[in-house]
């Protein structure tokens, strides 16, 4: 893994700049971002979200963490939610690990206040977020659960989370798992909410297994038509989260005998000991050795994780291809950018609605060409990680609007980049690099016209115009 000079900011993009080093892998940058929360992050010639932050919650007897960031607030208000209305199963604390940085209430804030002292000095973000229960400076004015604490130790944090579920930009996933190594509990499970996959030449890596290899946990994978703003301001969305329980957790026994203190491990028809071995997204068994969770905890199954996640505002579907769920989140980047260069020709509905349909078409296929043992199709055509997520970033998203105003403009997407983007890069595009070198590689470019045909123009190759020549495979 390649690793990234980062500046981190204390504020927006004229604060003050310190410099650290964190292990960043290659491949496709979370893109679904629900509010931004606590601090941001830059890296020198790569796209980066603000960073995230870890949150945790209590699962039956232990607490159950959930890794958190920065650009996405939603999903931890959601759980704050959840674990307080479900004390059943959670514990109602949730914490909240927050990069922590001094800053003063604004002016504007409904907070602010002449005399007090909140106000009129800098105080630690955490602070000022657990003093409020509303993140005063990036998403202000969005009240935070009550039970939703800032933690800014990472280490505390995790301990004694059962589950972890992590929403940061994918640079920072070796090194945040590198601190977390020896701080968590060994049967944790994980979720990512991190969009997309990494690219390169040799392979395509999800996020949520290099997540579980780093960890020594299983992880699955959370993505969908989830905008930032609106998650956050509860308006209505869907997401679907792919969860496969490992053997070990989805064949937990009905215990023959109990004790006042609960089962005996002796009660149980099967010795789940013996059950550590589970598939990854290649249909290989993985090389992670799985931690049986104690018999006194809740299965961590598809109950348990819609019940963490599912609100009237924000419904949830849990299925099991953790492979086409996070495949969705990096393909469609690309079908955006095509979306957004016929737009820019003004050919209308019709031809982007073209782009689309055979764009989500050579989704379905790359997944199933390269992830044959577990994706299924129904992912990219029924839920709203694979259609739904389609249509919303070929409608507003950032991919779309900057291809769209390169052509318009009559300039090239990197200087779009440049001017609209803050310093940021588009995922669609790297990711359009990547997978035509992957293709390349296996001799495949020719059975994705679309998908190839995008890095073409991407790289001057052929024309806009092109595209619908392109599209049928036809030669430029």
């Given at each position: 893994?390649?690793?990234?000079?980062?500046?981190?900011?204390?504020?927006?993009?004229?604060?003050?700049v310190?410099?650290?080093?964190?292990?960043?892998?290659?491949?496709?940058?979370?893109?679904?971002?629900?509010?931004?929360?606590?601090?941001?992050?830059?890296?020198?010639?790569?796209?980066?979200?603000?960073?995230?932050?870890?949150?945790?919650?209590?699962?039956g007897?232990?607490?159950?963490?959930?890794?958190?960031?920065?650009?996405?607030?939603g999903?931890?208000?959601i759980?704050?939610?959840?674990?307080?209305?479900?004390?059943?199963?959670?514990?109602?604390?949730?914490?909240?690990?927050?990069?922590?940085?001094?800053?003063?209430?604004?002016?504007?804030?409904?907070?602010?206040?002449?005399?007090?002292?909140?106000?009129?000095?800098?105080?630690?973000?955490?602070?000022?977020?657990?003093?409020?229960?509303?993140?005063?400076?990036?998403l202000?004015?969005?009240?935070?659960?009550?039970?939703?604490?800032?933690n800014?130790?990472?280490e505390?944090?995790v301990?004694?989370s059962?589950?972890?579920?992590?929403?940061?930009?994918?640079?920072?996933?070796?090194?945040?798992c590198?601190?977390?190594?020896?701080?968590?509990?060994?049967?944790?499970?994980?979720?990512?909410?991190?969009?997309g996959?990494s690219?390169?030449?040799?392979?395509?890596?999800?996020?949520?297994?290099?997540?579980?290899?780093?960890?020594?946990?299983?992880?699955?994978?959370?993505?969908?038509?989830?905008?930032?703003?609106?998650?956050?301001?509860?308006?209505?969305?869907?997401?679907?989260?792919?969860?496969?329980?490992?053997?070990?957790?989805?064949?937990?026994?009905?215990?023959?005998?109990?004790?006042?203190?609960?089962?005996?491990?002796?009660?149980?028809?099967?010795?789940?000991?013996?059950?550590?071995?589970?598939?990854?997204?290649?249909?290989?068994?993985?090389?992670?050795?799985?931690?049986?969770?104690?018999?006194?905890?809740?299965?961590?199954?598809?109950?348990?994780?819609?019940?963490?996640?599912?609100?009237?505002?924000?419904?949830?579907?849990?299925?099991?291809?953790?492979?086409?769920?996070?495949?969705?989140?990096?393909?469609?980047?690309?079908?955006?950018?095509?979306?957004?260069?016929?737009?820019?020709?003004?050919?209308?509905?019709?031809a982007?609605?073209?782009?689309?349909?055979?764009?989500?078409?050579?989704?379905?296929?790359?997944?199933?060409?390269?992830?044959?043992?577990?994706?299924?199709?129904?992912?990219?055509?029924?839920?709203?990680?694979?259609?739904?997520?389609?249509?919303?970033?070929?409608?507003?998203?950032?991919?779309?609007?900057?291809?769209?105003?390169?052509?318009?403009?009559?300039?090239?997407?990197?200087?779009?980049?440049?001017?609209?983007?803050?310093?940021?890069?588009?995922?669609?595009?790297?990711?359009?690099?990547?997978?035509?070198?992957?293709?390349?590689?296996?001799?495949?470019?020719?059975?994705?016209?679309?998908?190839?045909?995008?890095?073409?123009?991407?790289?001057g190759?052929?024309?806009?115009?092109?595209?619908?020549?392109?599209?049928?495979?036809?030669?430029?």
């Open positions: 893994m390649p690793v990234a000079r980062v500046q981190s900011r204390s504020g927006l993009p004229d604060g003050p310190s410099t650290r080093e964190c292990v960043a892998p290659s491949g496709e940058d979370q893109i679904m971002s629900c509010s931004i929360e606590v601090s941001q992050y830059f890296i020198r010639g790569r796209d980066c979200e603000p960073a995230d932050v870890e949150m945790a919650v209590g699962l007897p232990c607490r159950l963490k959930l890794g958190k960031s920065t650009s996405q607030l999903d931890s208000e759980v704050a939610e959840n674990a307080k209305e479900h004390p059943d199963l959670f514990e109602e604390e949730v914490q909240m690990w927050v990069y922590e940085e001094e800053i003063t209430v604004p002016k504007t804030s409904k907070h602010y206040d002449a005399g007090s002292k909140f106000s009129t000095q800098s105080h630690k973000l955490t602070k000022l977020i657990n003093h409020f229960h509303e993140n005063v400076k990036y202000p004015d969005i009240p935070l659960p009550t039970n939703l604490i800032a800014p130790s990472l505390d944090s301990h004694d059962t589950i972890l579920i992590f929403n940061l930009p994918h640079q920072f996933i070796g090194g945040l590198d601190q977390m190594k020896g701080h968590i509990l060994p049967y944790a499970r994980g979720i990512s909410c991190i969009k996959v690219v390169d030449s040799e392979d395509v890596r999800l996020f949520s297994e290099s997540i579980g290899d780093k960890l020594g946990i299983y992880c699955g994978a959370l993505s969908g038509a989830n905008i930032a703003n609106e998650v956050a301001q509860e308006k209505f969305s869907e997401t679907t989260i792919a969860y496969d329980p490992p053997p070990m957790d989805s064949r937990n026994p009905t215990p023959k005998a109990t004790t006042p203190q609960g089962p005996t491990p002796s009660s149980s028809h099967l010795d789940l000991t013996a059950i550590n071995g589970h598939k990854d997204s290649k249909g290989k068994t993985s090389k992670v050795k799985l931690i049986v969770p104690p018999p006194d905890l809740p299965p961590i199954d598809h109950d348990i994780i819609k019940t963490l996640f599912h609100r009237p505002y924000f419904h949830v579907q849990v299925v099991s291809d953790v492979a086409g769920v996070s495949l969705g989140g990096a393909l469609k980047n690309i079908v955006a950018i095509a979306t957004g260069f016929v737009a820019g020709l003004g050919w209308g509905d019709n982007k609605a073209a782009v689309m349909r055979v764009g989500l078409l050579e989704m379905v296929k790359f997944g199933k060409m390269f992830f044959s043992n577990n994706v299924q199709t129904k992912t990219f055509t029924e839920e709203s990680a694979g259609v739904a997520d389609l249509i919303t970033s070929c409608s507003g998203g950032r991919n779309y609007r900057c291809a769209k105003m390169s052509v318009e403009r009559k300039v090239s997407i990197q200087e779009v980049e440049k001017e609209e983007l803050n310093g940021q890069m588009l995922q669609g595009t790297s990711t359009a690099e990547d997978v035509y070198h992957f293709l390349k590689a296996r001799g495949k470019v020719d059975e994705f016209p679309l998908l190839v045909g995008t890095y073409r123009i991407l790289q190759e052929v024309r806009v115009e092109d595209l619908p020549d392109l599209m049928e495979g036809k030669k430029k």
